[in-house]
């Protein structure tokens, strides 16, 4: 698929097919501000007007046999696409080929579009009454700024349903070839957030759940705050040799599967340069298998 970065009359970024590709880093970070919502968009929905219908569709970790047979149907009959960056790429040709695919994903340390316009945006396109794909990361569910859009839809009164799927987290203990359960040693997973709305570690963090040895927890978007987090937990108790398994680009070509432990993993993040997505999973993991 062949797909092309452009921004619209009004500013904003469109991508369409079969024109040459132009990934989005190259676009200027004005590119990505300077288109407004028309103030129809926040207005609540007419009776009269035809009102669209939204799927928030989970797209998997990027393999696109992972996506589930309902995401596929959902993107084939969808007439617009508002995809994240992490949810571009092969999934993305499972849309009709008419479908207008616009790019509005955020990635940390990058130009990104901002939630209310993004919001914004979604109400506009179901209120002009066309059948919307948001398309979104892993679990739609999972750390996605899904209740942000719900409660702009429900806001507007547009209708909407929530297509489930595979998070990569499941797709990374997959991967490695690992459970994230185990019937002695870990009866309980736990998904914690590495960075806040700033990109920092968040301050609230309950320590003695997250250092608690027989729990299996998975860190999303914690590559750059591992460093200060395996302090955090080599202070809470939690030994410096429990086994960590480090998870980038599950489901791509370049995908990068490291078995560590929580000292490995601090030494190899000091200071090392996050272009990828990346998962930490630490706890009584089954490397022995
Ligand atoms: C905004 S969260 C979205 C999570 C998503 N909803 C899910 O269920 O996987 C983005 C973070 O998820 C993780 N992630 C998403 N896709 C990934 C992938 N293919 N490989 C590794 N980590 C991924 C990374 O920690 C990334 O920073």
Same mark, same amino acid.
């Given at each position: 698929m062949t797909v092309i970065a452009q921004l619209s009359f009004n500013g904003r970024i469109r991508h369409r097919r079969g024109e040459s590709f132009k990934p989005r880093h190259c676009l200027k970070r004005q590119e990505w501000?300077?288109?407004?919502?028309?103030?129809?968009?926040?207005?609540?929905?007419?009776?009269?007007?035809?009102?669209?219908?939204?799927?928030?569709v989970s797209a998997g970790p990027g393999d696109p046999e992972l996506l589930t047979l309902k995401a596929a149907n959902r993107l084939s009959r969808a007439e617009v696409v508002l995809y994240d960056d992490l949810a571009s790429g092969p999934v993305l040709d499972h849309a009709h080929p008419q479908a207008e695919l616009i790019a509005v994903g955020k990635r940390a340390g990058r130009p990104s579009a901002r939630q209310d316009h993004v919001n914004a945006l979604l109400v506009e396109q179901a209120l002009a009454g066309r059948r919307v794909v948001r398309l979104k990361s892993g679990d739609a569910g999972f750390f996605g700024r899904l209740e942000e859009e719900l409660v702009a839809l429900a806001a507007a009164?547009?209708?909407?349903?929530?297509?489930?799927?595979?998070?990569?987290?499941?797709?990374?203990?997959?991967?490695?070839?690992?459970?994230?359960?185990? =019937?002695?040693?870990?009866?309980?997973?736990?998904?914690?957030? %590495?960075?806040?709305?700033? &990109?920092? #570690?968040?301050? +609230? /963090?309950?320590?003695?759940?997250?250092?608690?040895?027989?729990?299996?927890?998975?860190?999303?978007?914690?590559?750059?705050?591992?460093?200060?987090?395996?302090?955090?937990?080599?202070?809470?108790?939690?030994?410096?040799?429990?086994?960590?398994?480090?998870?980038?680009?599950?489901?791509?070509?370049?995908?990068?599967?490291?078995?560590?432990?929580?000292?490995?993993?601090? =030494?190899?993040?000091?200071?090392?340069?996050?272009?990828?997505? %990346?998962?930490?999973?630490? &706890?009584? #993991?089954?490397? +022995? /298998?």
């Open positions: 501000y300077s288109w407004k919502p028309r103030p129809k968009a926040l207005a609540l929905p007419d009776p009269a007007t035809p009102t669209g219908f939204v799927s928030l009164g547009i209708a909407f349903e929530i297509v489930p799927g595979v998070t990569s987290a499941s797709a990374a203990a997959a991967a490695a070839g690992i459970p994230l359960t185990r =019937r002695l040693t870990a009866r309980r997973v736990q998904f914690i957030t %590495g960075a806040d709305v700033t &990109g920092q #570690l968040p301050g +609230d /963090i309950h320590w003695a759940a997250i250092a608690d040895p027989a729990v299996t927890t998975v860190v999303f978007m914690g590559q750059r705050s591992f460093p200060e987090l395996a302090a955090g937990l080599r202070a809470h108790g939690m030994p410096g040799d429990t086994p960590a398994l480090f998870a980038e680009s599950v489901g791509h070509p370049h995908q990068r599967l490291i078995r560590t432990t929580i000292d490995g993993l601090d =030494r190899m993040l000091q200071g090392a340069a996050v272009t990828q997505p %990346g998962l930490i999973i630490y &706890g009584p #993991l089954a490397f +022995d /298998i």
